[in-house]
Every structure is written in structure tokens, then in C-alpha cells.
């Protein structure tokens, strides 16, 4: 085996032990048109990250400018009620938006956020942790959390965030049935004149 061979070899076997996929459950999804109150995101809380001071607004604020961005779906950001850092936990963020008048909440938090730049030994990373609740009954509509590294340097943590947004906007929202606009198929049967 040439050295090439072995580090394209070796190139590959890193890249597909670092892909993961994210964590997705949707049980029920939301009804198109409404309005989805997002609850800024706890911060992470990792011993001497500097990066984690702030990660959950900023990564609150990614979410309601992706989700407000999906046709059928508006976002509108809530003041976190507690510190940044304090656990927010479910039953509590869906007493805080009902007492706003909101019928769906998100509530989450942010597990890793770090930013190394772009010739650092190390990559960037994010991890987020969310939960799409009803405000009528508390349950817990979708839930997903995922983790990412950057692969290539060049994809920040709020790039990430931007994407795993996108994935929950995709799999949230139920899509209103496609009306048919003249499609009929008409029949005259054998002896139809």
C-alpha cells in the first residue's frame, strides 16, 4: 500500500467516525401559519470556554431568524426569565409563554460552543439540545439535539447552529394539503355517450 493510498485511507476512515446524524423525534407537527415563541437558549456550561458566555441568546436569536424564515412558520424570541446560565426547565417555559399568549414554545439548551479559528489544532464546534412544546398540554412535540465539528475550519459554530435550525424548521411544520386545481380524472364508463 503506497503512502498515499494510506493517508486517503486513513483521511476517510476520520471523516466517516466524526459524522454523526442529529437526533430527531417529531411526534406531532405544527400547524402551518402559527406563530412559535422560542425562549432564549440556556448557555452551555463547559469549565474554561470562554465561548459559552452568550452562546445561548446568540444561538436563540440564529433559530428565530432561520424558523421565522420557513414559509407557514413565524418566530418571535422570549427574554430568557431566568440567568443565562440556570437551568429553564419544560414545564416552566410553557407556563412562561402561555402566561405571553403563545400556543407553541421552544425551549433548549446549548451543550458546546466553541470558536478555535481557522488554523487551530482544534475544530470549531457546536451542540444544541431543544424541545418544541405545546403550551396546551405541556407535551413535547419534536425534540432534536445534535452535535457538530467543524471538518473543514471554515464552518463556524453559528454556521452549524444556522444549519441544525434548518433541519428542525424542515421536520416541525405540517404542510397544508396541495389543493388540486383542476385535476380531475372523469370516467364515462362503457356505454358513456
Excluded at 10 to 25: E, H, K, M, Q, R
Excluded at 131 to 147: D, F, W
Amino acid at each position: 500500500m503506497t503512502m498515499r493510498t494510506r493517508a486517503l485511507l486513513a483521511t476517510v476512515l476520520l471523516l466517516a467516525g466524526c459524522g454523526t446524524d442529529p437526533d430527531i423525534t417529531v411526534k406531532h407537527r405544527v400547524p402551518h401559519g402559527i406563530t412559535l415563541a422560542v425562549v432564549m437558549f440556556r448557555d452551555c456550561d463547559i469549565a474554561n470556554q470562554p465561548d459559552c458566555d452568550g452562546s445561548g441568546l446568540n444561538a436563540g436569536s440564529i433559530f428565530v431568524r432561520v424558523l421565522s424564515h420557513k414559509p407557514g412558520l413565524h418566530a418571535i424570541s422570549l427574554p430568557r426569565p431566568v440567568g443565562p446560565k440556570a437551568q429553564l426547565g419544560d414545564d416552566a417555559a410553557v407556563a412562561y409563554a402561555k402566561a405571553k399568549g403563545y400556543r407553541y414554545v421552544i425551549n433548549g439548551e446549548v451543550q458546546e460552543y466553541a470558536r478555535t479559528g481557522h488554523l487551530a489544532l482544534h475544530s470549531d464546534r457546536a451542540g444544541i439540545s431543544v424541545r418544541v412544546l405545546s403550551v396546551k398540554n405541556g407535551q413535547a412535540l419534536a425534540t432534536y439535539t445534535y452535535q457538530e465539528d467543524s471538518k473543514t475550519h471554515f464552518t463556524s459554530p453559528d454556521d452549524m447552529l444556522e444549519d441544525m435550525a434548518t433541519q428542525l424548521a424542515a421536520s416541525i411544520v405540517l404542510e397544508p394539503k396541495k389543493q388540486r386545481g383542476g385535476e380531475f380524472l372523469l370516467y364515462k364508463g362503457n356505454g358513456g355517450g
